[in-house]
């Protein structure tokens, strides 16, 4: 897992943003979850941005489903 | 997300509503991200709601104005910069004037990132327009060439101006922006491209997904076997100039820069009497008096290029003189706006 990566939240970051480019619109529960938790233990703004990036890229086009994730 | 503690979630969920609901025009989507925008404690919160409903409106490019226009007006800088994108992103390639009219205040605003923000989204609007259709065009490229020269402007606000001369430029005035596609339906790569764009108020690399939003300008016609028969031709309905290449960026070639005379050094003075000295001051006659052969040579060369400026100065007013044509024909493949 690359955003585990402690020494650099660049690396962080770039895998957060590629995870969300490449799951634009799955909406997959799972990663979602895993995310979040993620986000917890993250204290870096770097990486908490992409991450939070991540799961709106997965919301796209999603409508109602996102409203559960968004509130 | 929108109750967590944290701003930056808060903010990744205001992308999350821009991206659920993007193109949509979702009242009560709309009716959250204005109510975020407005609420939140966060100016990064803040400016991402705003920023949102431009994603959410890009079906109805008018309504954009319209909705933030009083948030333009917002004692609070961030406010005025989300709005400023909102209107680039939900008007982008439209040229509509209702946009010109939000953002002509905005590019001279008191804060260098407003003024960088509304420099981009005008940029992202009228990209592509041509002066013709819209004459205002030419006062915003001067207005850009001019913050670009300016060494008193705030380097923001430059980098914002330079960036929107590229925009205005992109793909060799051969592209637009689109968030949608020509029969309507959104365009997922266009509009994840500008959302990771707005990323660029962190990261300047960012700028670079711009290029996911922009789409060919180009009509090519095929056979039956994939090719592109050059006996295909189209007709334009329209006056040439009124569709033809935007000017591009014109260099002062008449502005030379002043030579800077060198600080002649006493030491340097005295070090070349010296030298002088030693040599007896030889060769001096050498130097002097050019043949004039070469200066006649030179005249005659000089003389030459003035004909033919003036003959291609003539040749260019004829063309002036003609009526131009209603109509042209265009070869393919050729280049066509929306």
Redo the contacts between chains.
């Keep these: 897992m690359l955003y585990n990566n402690a020494d650099s939240a660049i690396i962080g970051e770039a895998a957060a943003y590629g995870m969300g480019l490449v799951m634009i619109g799955a909406a997959d529960q799972e990663s979602i979850q895993d995310i979040l938790n993620h986000i917890d233990d993250q204290n870096h703004e770097k990486i908490i941005r992409a991450l939070s990036m991540t799961l709106a890229l997965q919301m796209f086009g999603r409508e109602e489903q996102a409203d559960t994730l968004v509130e | 997300?929108?109750?967590s503690k944290?701003a930056?979630?808060r903010?990744?969920?205001m992308?999350?509503?821009?991206?659920?609901?993007?193109g949509?025009s979702?009242n009560s989507a709309v009716q959250k991200l204005l109510h975020y925008a407005v609420s939140d404690v966060n100016d990064d919160v803040k400016r991402a709601a705003l920023t949102n409903l431009g994603f959410l409106l890009l079906r109805k490019p008018q309504t954009v104005p319209e909705s933030v226009k009083h948030l333009a007006e917002s004692y609070n800088p961030h406010l005025r910069y989300g709005a400023a994108m909102a209107v680039g992103i939900g008007c982008a390639g439209t040229g509509l004037n209702e946009a010109l009219k939000l953002l002509a205040p905005l590019t001279n605003d008191q804060v260098d990132f407003v003024r960088q923000g509304a420099l981009i989204a005008l940029s992202m609007v009228f990209i592509q327009v041509t002066e013709v259709q819209e004459p205002k065009v030419a006062t915003i490229k001067k207005l850009y060439n001019k913050m670009i020269e300016d060494k008193h402007e705030d380097v923001l606000s430059r980098m914002g101006a330079i960036i929107s001369q590229g925009i205005l430029n992109a793909a060799g005035r051969n592209a637009t922006m689109s968030l949608t596609t020509r029969d309507g339906n959104?365009r997922?790569n266009a509009?994840?491209g500008l959302?990771?764009f707005c990323?660029h108020w962190?990261w300047y690399p960012m700028l670079n997904f711009l290029g996911l939003a922009l789409t060919p300008t180009a009509l090519i016609g095929l056979n039956g076997s994939l090719k592109v028969p050059k006996s295909f031709k189209c007709i334009s309905n329209a006056k040439p100039s009124a569709y033809k290449y935007p000017e591009f960026i014109k260099i002062d070639k008449d502005k030379k820069k002043e030579k800077v005379t060198a600080a002649v050094l006493s030491t340097t003075a005295k070090a070349k009497a010296r030298k002088d000295r030693k040599e007896g001051k030889t060769g001096d006659a050498e130097a002097t008096s050019p043949s004039p052969k070469k200066a006649e040579a030179d005249k005659e060369m000089v003389d030459e290029e003035k004909k033919a400026e003036e003959e291609k100065a003539e040749e260019e007013k004829k063309k002036e003189d003609e009526p131009e044509p209603d109509f042209q024909e265009l070869k393919n493949p050729t280049r066509v706006l929306k």
């Design positions: 997300m929108v109750r944290d930056i979630v903010y990744g969920a992308y999350a509503i821009g991206a659920a609901y993007a949509t979702n959104l997922q509009i994840v959302m990771m990323q962190y």
